[in-house]
């Protein structure tokens, strides 16, 4: 069993920044291969921001320079940095644990008020 924790979305004005964690435990604690994701009302799932085993790193494009994903040292944490938030990233973030199979945390909301 592997466990996702998400924390850290909420209510931020336009122009503002949220970190959102995600902690893993379980079968398999470590983000060697992890990213993000989003839904917003009403559309698919949409790519944020993911990061290898080697550090390299890609972002969708409506987040490159505003958003980074980053872990902790240990692997077991994956961040998400998000600046300029604007109201168009309101969704839900998902993280994920890329496997085969591939696990989902719970998703947290992150609403941006104009």
């Known amino acids: 069993q592997v466990q996702l924790v998400e924390s850290g979305g909420g209510l931020v004005q336009a122009g503002g920044s949220l970190r959102l964690s995600c902690e893993a435990s379980g079968r398999i604690s470590v983000f060697n291969h992890g990213g993000w994701y989003r839904q917003a009302p009403g559309k698919q799932r949409e790519f944020v921001a993911n990061?290898?085993?080697?550090?390299?790193?890609n972002y969708g494009d409506s987040v490159k320079g505003r958003f980074t994903i980053s872990r902790s040292r240990a692997r077991n944490i994956m961040y998400l940095q998000m600046n300029s938030l604007k109201p168009e990233d309101i969704a839900v973030y998902y993280c994920m644990l890329y496997g085969p199979p591939n696990y989902w945390g719970q998703g947290t909301q992150v609403t941006v008020s104009s």
């Open positions: 990061i290898y085993p080697n550090g390299s790193v």
